[in-house]
């Protein structure tokens, strides 16, 4: 099992910059490759980000590159996502994910964090 938490949501303005923490636990998490997503009203559920516990190896989606970043910090088992630029249409619900490899379904999930970019 693995417990996913994340943390960090909130209201901004459009520009502002904002940074979402995701703690991780669980026996098998350093198993898995954490990824952030994201789901706005109406909208499928749309991936961002993904790194590896092990050498740190990044994705990226086209839609957020460069304005995006994920890390992470082994010692504490957290995940970051660094939102920076943020526009109005960035305003969903993130969530934190663990996933066994890159492009499949994740197996875990956490409750998610609401982001509102205001004009």
């Known amino acids: 099992q693995v417990q996913l938490v994340e943390s960090g949501g909130g209201l901004v303005q459009a520009g502002d910059s904002l940074r979402l923490s995701c703690a991780a636990s669980?026996?098998?998490?350093?198993?898995?490759?954490m990824g952030w997503y994201r789901q706005a009203p109406g909208k499928d559920r749309e991936f961002l980000a993904a790194?590896?516990?092990?050498?740190?190896?990044?994705k990226h989606a086209d839609s957020v590159k460069g304005r995006f970043t994920i890390s992470k910090d082994n010692a504490k088992v957290m995940v970051y996502l660094q939102m920076n630029s943020l526009k109005t249409e960035d305003t969903a619900v993130y969530y934190c994910?663990?996933?066994?490899?890159?492009?499949?379904?994740?197996?875990?999930w956490g409750q998610g964090t609401q982001v509102t970019v205001s004009s």
């Open positions: 994910a663990a996933l066994i490899r890159y492009g499949v379904r994740p197996d875990y």
């Open positions: 669980g026996r098998t998490v350093s198993r898995y490759t």
């Open positions: 790194i590896r516990w092990t050498d740190g190896n990044t």
